[in-house]
């Protein structure tokens, strides 16, 4: 099970490679739950980073405009992301869910095929009237993507597990590894949930707010993310 960390900037980027974690994934939180950061702050973090984990950035919680996703996912990549993570936010219908993220898929892919695509649900979908994570395993293979995700879309607290149980976490799990993608599991997760999310048995789980000592708008701290990578590891 891989630690995917969420670092705002330089500083707090090198203190999460420091310690261990094995994606860095730059986002800004000011601008939702998997908010854009700036393309020049992909590069300083890429260049501080320096090759010893693979970059992550999230592009945004994106509604159906799939010209914007695409050329998007393309600035993502050309700053140097190794993954580009996109939020189907407000997307409605299998159909727009398809044709958004294979215009994605296709603006990364052309740049460079060896970068990975993220296509992001939420475990909160009904309070944010958006698609059901369920069928987005099917749809990011169909479309092409690396990695089917489930995050949180509204940042107050709750956690994706009090949306999505152990049992349908499973399923998606499941869904995602027989679509032939690996699968991540975020949405204010806690240290206590480990055990839990070893049974249920994603690739990565994404995390902030459990390493900024439970508030996402605070700086990361070292210690945390050391006692989450030494648990992760055990």
């Known amino acids: 099970m ?21 994606i860095i994934d730059i986002k800004n939180p000011k601008e939702g739950s998997l908010g854009a950061n700036f393309p020049w702050v992909v590069r300083d973090v890429k260049e501080a980073v320096n090759g010893k984990q693979p970059i992550s950035a999230a592009i945004g919680d994106f509604n159906f405009k799939p010209g914007t996703a695409a050329l998007t996912a393309l600035g993502a990549a050309v700053a140097g992301a190794d993954y580009i993570k996109i939020g189907l ?8 869910a398809l044709e958004l993220l294979t215009g994605v898929v296709k603006a990364v892919k052309d740049y460079d095929p060896r970068k990975r695509v ?21 749809v990011a293979a169909e479309a092409g993507a690396d990695v089917v995700m ?43 949930d480990l055990s839990l999310l ?33 648990e992760c590891q055990a």
């Not at 936010?89 to 727009?96: F, S, V």
Request: some cysteine.
């Open 89 to 96: 936010y407000d997307i409605q219908t299998e159909e727009q």
């Open 118 to 138: 993220v296509a992001s649900g939420y475990s909160d979908y009904e309070r944010i009237n958006s698609i059901s994570p369920m069928l987005l395993p099917a």
């Open 150 to 192: 489930v995050d949180t879309g509204v940042k107050d607290g709750k956690s994706t597990f009090e949306f999505m149980d152990e049992e349908k976490l499973t399923e998606f799990v499941g869904l995602g590894h027989e679509n032939g993608l690996q699968v991540a599991i975020a949405g204010s997760l806690k240290f206590e």
């Open 2 to 22: 891989k630690l995917l960390v969420s670092p705002i900037n330089r500083e707090e980027a090198i203190i999460t490679s420091k310690s261990g974690a094995d």
């Open 198 to 230: 070893e049974a249920i048995g994603p690739d990565i789980i994404g995390v902030r707010g459990m390493v900024c000592g439970g508030d996402r708008s605070n700086a990361i701290k070292q210690d945390l993310v050391e006692k989450l990578v030494s």
